[in-house]
């Protein structure tokens, strides 16, 4: 079975700084993709970056990169430069592959933590 | 291109009642999901359809039916609802890679009481 663990409930980060929000997996999957999504107040869900097990450079998308470390099954999110509307939940989940490249279609996410970007 | 549509935004049930949640996607995904997010928790998989025509529990299936009515529409039906089934509920669909994301709807949010 896998599991996300977001050990961080509540982040709070100063507007143009940079913020890592903490991602940790259990997998004995050797080929799964890991995910970041972002959740505001109104409660849509945002696709962020996706990172693949087998990818060797770390995912970047704008502000956004992943420091994706396999050994230590961590995949911490880092958004640089804060924004004001940066301020909401954030999501790691994770799928696991099938040989062929599709997947179980099953997302299992993490927790969430929960940002909050001060002036 | 409205991506994932769901219906209706907002329900209010009384214990014992049965509704049916409508999800419908127009990017012509192969694979379509049902999740329930509850307070201060991720989304959890309730039924996924790989394909059409295939069902699959989820982790929470119990109290749920899933109908994958054609490529673009899937539903969720609760045919007796339960307070423990208050949640926010969320469509998504995805191509079969495996690399690619989900989308998700907007949301419905059920108060069973």
């Known amino acids: 079975a896998q599991k996300i663990t977001q050990t961080q409930p509540g982040m709070f980060v100063q507007e143009k700084e940079a913020v890592t929000l903490d991602c940790t997996y259990d997998?004995?999957?050797?080929?799964?993709?890991l995910f970041w999504y972002k959740q505001p107040s109104s409660g849509e869900m945002i696709f962020l970056i996706y990172?693949?097990?087998?990818?060797?450079q770390n995912a970047t998308e704008g502000r956004y990169s992943l420091n994706f470390q396999k050994a230590r099954k961590s995949a911490n999110l880092v958004i640089s430069a804060s924004q004001l509307g940066d301020s909401a939940m954030y999501f790691c989940?994770?799928?696991?592959?099938?040989?062929?490249?599709?997947?179980?279609?099953?997302?299992?996410f993490g927790q969430g933590t929960i940002l909050t970007v001060h002036p | 291109n409205a991506g994932v549509t769901q219906t209706p935004k907002f329900q209010v049930l009384k214990t014992g009642q049965s509704m049916t949640l409508q999800c419908a996607q127009d990017?012509?995904?192969?694979?379509m999901y049902w999740y329930r997010q509850d307070p201060g928790m991720g989304l959890r998989l309730i039924y996924y359809?790989?394909?059409?025509?295939?069902?699959d529990k989820g982790e929470v299936p119990n109290g749920y039916n899933v109908s994958r009515l054609n490529k673009r529409e899937f539903s969720l039906r609760l045919e007796s609802a339960a307070p423990s089934q208050t949640s926010v509920y969320f469509c998504?669909?995805?191509?079969?890679?495996?690399?690619?994301?989900?989308?998700f709807g907007p949301g419905t949010r059920l108060l069973v009481l």
């Open positions: 998504a669909s995805s191509e079969m890679d495996g690399r690619k994301t989900q989308y």
């Open positions: 997998t004995s999957d050797q080929s799964y993709g």
């Open positions: 990172q693949g097990s087998y990818d060797e």
């Open positions: 989940a994770m799928r696991v592959n099938l040989a062929g490249g599709t997947s179980y279609g099953k997302l299992t």
């Open positions: 990017m012509n995904h192969n694979s």
């Open positions: 359809s790989a394909s059409e025509g295939t069902t």
